[in-house]
């Protein structure tokens, strides 16, 4: 599996798993207000420092919490992922290409402008 193709996997799970924890956490909102403190990347424990910033390849970190719920702490990553990734699929779902373009990226060609303008 190429890096790209695992690229794309990680930011789809990264988004579903970003999507589920705004779906349960708008269900009891006002419990969870309660259990919830804001903290930095450092204060992280190092297994979990390290799995976010695995994970967050790319990815701007905008928030960090801690929420501790019936004597289990949890902690909940917001990030913001800066880059358009357009794909090309065949009827079968075999990918004919991928392209992933960051912010400040110049064009594909080698004639040094911006194609777009």
Request: aromatic share 2%; hydrophobic share 40%; no cysteine.
């Amino acid at each position: 599996m190429s890096a790209s193709r695992k690229i794309v996997q990680a930011m789809v799970v990264l988004i579903l798993a970003a999507f589920g924890a705004v779906t349960w956490a708008a269900s009891d909102v006002a419990d969870e207000e309660e259990n919830e403190e804001q903290i930095t990347i450092e204060q992280l424990p190092e297994a979990v420092k390290l799995a976010v910033m695995k994970a967050a390849r790319g990815a701007r970190i905008r928030e960090v919490e801690r929420e501790t719920e019936d004597g289990k702490t949890t902690y909940e990553v917001e990030l913001v992922i800066e880059t358009e990734i357009e794909i090309e699929l065949a009827e079968d779902g075999t990918i004919i290409e991928l392209e992933i373009e960051r912010p400040g990226d110049d064009d594909d060609d080698d004639d040094g402008d911006d194609d777009d303008n």
